[in-house]
């Protein structure tokens, strides 16, 4: 087995000397694509072709054409404009007729990121009862209200939360993602909201990027078998038209395309890849959503080859819409329309015009709403493509079911926190957590005198990660998720239940002499760019020396790493007598008792069922990403359980470069 050789270590020089190498062959498209290649240039024919399945009826097509007919051109406009609820009250839509709103990370309603779910649903009403009000010269269109629930109704209190995709994907298990998928539904619709900007099919090539714990795996087609089980879960199957009326919403695949590709893991940055690359990576998740019938896309805020997404045509128009067959709307990124040549946050026709159908116009939305009017009034955004733009907008809304009165779901706040939730969330933690090393430690008896230590035992934030409550994630705590259990509340439980003691961690395990000590600790929450890492894949807070200390006593201990990302952490399992990578696992901390915690006799009451979706990196500079991932400490697939034992011998210590800190995890740029 590979993993068990020895460890090779190239020089950082060594490093980045073939990195340099592999991204000119990249760039030439040497070494793999056709020598034909131009630098960016797009062959549609090439990508696989698609068709968007259940969005296009002749029925509902003729209700839109009749009401193109009768829009006016403010009203049409209007729709191809989103803007965050921050910057928006429902009365200007009397003014200003918007297609749609969103709540961002760091909003909530009247600006309160804790409000109930009742104020959210409130909220959600009075936007859509202004934008569908009789009044005189008005043509009433329901407003379509988008949220981040990318791990459950990650930004509403009280929500049960999921495991970050990353965790979802060492899980291996397509239909636990289509059962989330429907959980999360129901509890966006019962706030009243419409759509959700998930899943995130990317697949991240270097972990350094700060959402790489958006993605389920590095492996594209890990990630294409769960596109189709995310969409139809959030969604419902292809073609069931009131989609609201049956508790599911519209689902976003993004961010399109190579978002997880760029160089140096870099958030926003540009992807090198060569056209074969985005064709065999990153496209066949796209793929398997279209033909699950995803209502929307997300264009990226990086760049394909120097190229932005938002404004690339090619790849927007004439691979998506054309040749993949996306029948959808393409909703821009939070303000990603400004960074296109010649646009600015509040004008930006070259976008519109190169395939993004409704701007995310975070800030400065009135003057967008000005401004692309004027480009349609001067015909340099062409009638027809406004035309194109309105008509798949309402076709989501159609599909929706958002003109019809009737709404189920509304108000059920029960579903937020429902028993089958956090069932189904205990379940999904279970199945998320990969076993990398045990000597025998695990499974703890449940008659054993346990302690339980570390920065994260008690943590919710750690547990939680970016995208919970705010943007960021970095001030959640056990109140905002009332019915959620801690790692160590779940540990606890489990040991009581089986008669053990947990023993004092404040006094000196040397006298208290516990049979086993867990240890929790893990990365700060961070949330797209804060999370970027430089080399080294080292994080400075791990607890290296208690690990050390319980060690050198002779008492057994366990690592319970939470992360959004696998890290270098070779002095940490070489400290510990079992490790286990928990990623993000949510609210239901109780799911890692049981797999860790046994019976009485010390038989595993629940097995590991984890295998990584990321390869585990040998050295801490593992750099430039695919060299490491030829050689890697755990192969994706990795994952001992109680019924595959392993043994991983000592591993290098040596850390290379001198550690950096960890990034700008916590500290705001
Ligand atoms: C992120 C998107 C997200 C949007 C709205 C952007 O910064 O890139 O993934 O959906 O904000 O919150
Ligand atoms: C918003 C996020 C968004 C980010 C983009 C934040 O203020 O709350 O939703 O993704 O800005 O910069």
């Known amino acids: 087995m590979h993993y068990l050789r020895g460890p090779t270590r190239p020089s950082l020089r060594a490093i980045a000397r073939s990195a340099a190498l592999s991204l000119v062959l990249a760039a030439t498209g040497a070494g793999g694509a056709p020598p034909a290649a131009r630098e960016g240039q797009v062959h549609p024919e090439r990508w696989p072709a698609a068709r968007s399945r259940g969005l296009v009826d002749p029925d509902t097509e003729q209700r839109i054409t009749a009401l193109l007919a009768v829009m006016s051109l403010e009203e049409k406009v209007g729709q191809l404009i989103q803007t965050d609820i921050s910057a928006v009250e429902p009365e200007d839509l009397r003014k200003y007729p918007l297609g749609s709103v969103l709540a961002g990370g760091d909003s909530g309603p009247g600006g309160d990121e804790r409000a109930s779910p009742g104020k959210w649903l409130a909220l959600a009403r009075e936007f859509r009862a202004v934008s569908t009000e009789s009044r005189a010269g008005h043509m009433p269109i329901p407003v379509l209200f988008g949220i981040d629930a990318v791990h459950g109704h990650n930004n509403v209190v009280g929500a049960v939360l999921f495991p970050h995709n990353i965790g979802l994907g060492a899980a291996h298990d397509p239909d636990l993602v289509r059962r989330i998928g429907v959980a999360t539904a129901e509890q966006v619709a019962a706030t009243g909201l419409d759509w959700t900007f998930a899943p995130t099919l990317t697949v991240p090539s270097d972990v350094r990027w700060g959402r790489s714990y958006e993605g389920y795996s590095e492996d594209p087609l890990l990630v294409r078998s769960y596109a189709a089980a995310i969409v139809e879960g959030l969604q419902g199957p292809a073609g069931l038209n009131g989609k609201l009326q049956a508790g599911r919403i519209a689902a976003t695949a993004k961010h399109f395309i190579a978002d997880g590709g760029t160089r140096d893991g870099i958030d926003q940055g540009d992807a090198p890849a060569s056209e074969a690359e985005l064709i065999r990576v990153h496209a066949p998740a796209y793929r398997a959503a279209i033909e ?5 896309v997300m264009a990226s805020f990086s760049s394909w080859q120097g190229q932005k997404m938002h404004g690339h045509r090619a790849l927007l128009t004439d691979v998506l819409k054309g040749r993949m067959g996306f029948e959808g709307f393409v909703i821009g990124d939070w303000n990603g329309h400004a960074q296109v040549p010649g646009c600015a946050k509040r004008h930006c026709p070259n976008a519109f015009n190169a395939g993004v159908d409704m701007f995310m116009a975070a800030t400065g939305w009135r003057g967008m709403y000005a401004t692309t009017l004027r480009s349609v009034r001067s015909g ?29 779901f509304e108000g059920r706040f029960e579903l937020l926190d429902s ?11 279970q199945k998320s957590l990969v076993l990398l090393k045990n000597d025998g430690t695990l499974p703890i008896r449940s008659g054993a005198r346990v302690l339980i230590v570390g920065p994260a035992a008690h943590d919710l934030r750690v547990q939680t990660g970016g995208w919970t409550l705010t943007w960021q994630g970095t001030d959640t705590t056990l109140a905002d998720v009332p019915q959620a259990t801690s790692i160590e509340d779940g540990l606890k439980e489990a040991i009581f239940a089986g008669g053990g003691r947990v023993v004092d961690s404040a006094e000196d395990p040397s006298v208290t002499k516990p049979d086993v000590a867990v240890v929790v600790f893990g990365e700060l929450p961070y949330a797209e760019g804060f999370g970027d890492l430089k080399l080294p894949l080292y994080n400075a807070r791990l607890p290296l020396t208690e690990l050390q200390q319980l060690r050198g006593l002779g008492i057994p201990t366990v690592a319970v790493f939470l992360s959004g990302r696998p890290l270098w952490v070779n002095p940490e399992l070489n400290a510990s007598n079992a490790f286990v990578a928990a990623w993000l696992p949510g609210s239901e901390g109780a799911g890692i008792a049981d797999v860790l915690i046994g019976d009485a006799g010390g038989r595993p009451r629940v097995d590991f069922r984890g295998r990584l979706s990321f390869h585990w990196p040998r050295s801490a500079a593992a750099s430039p990403y695919a060299d490491a991932a030829a ?5 994706v697939g990795y994952g001992l359980s109680y019924a595959r034992a392993g043994t991983v011998p000592r591993l290098d210590e040596h850390l290379i470069a001198a550690p950096r800190r960890t990034a700008r995890a916590a500290a705001p740029r």
């Open 292 to 296: 699950a019938g995803v209502l929307t």
């Open 380 to 408: 340099e955004i062409p009638l027809a493509r406004l035309d194109d733009a309105v008509r798949r907008i309402l076709r989501v809304k159609f599909s929706l079911g958002l003109f019809e009165a009737a709404r189920p």
């Open 631 to 635: 050689a890697p400490l755990f192969p």
């Open 419 to 429: 028993a089958a939730d956090r069932a189904l969330a205990r379940e999904a933690v």
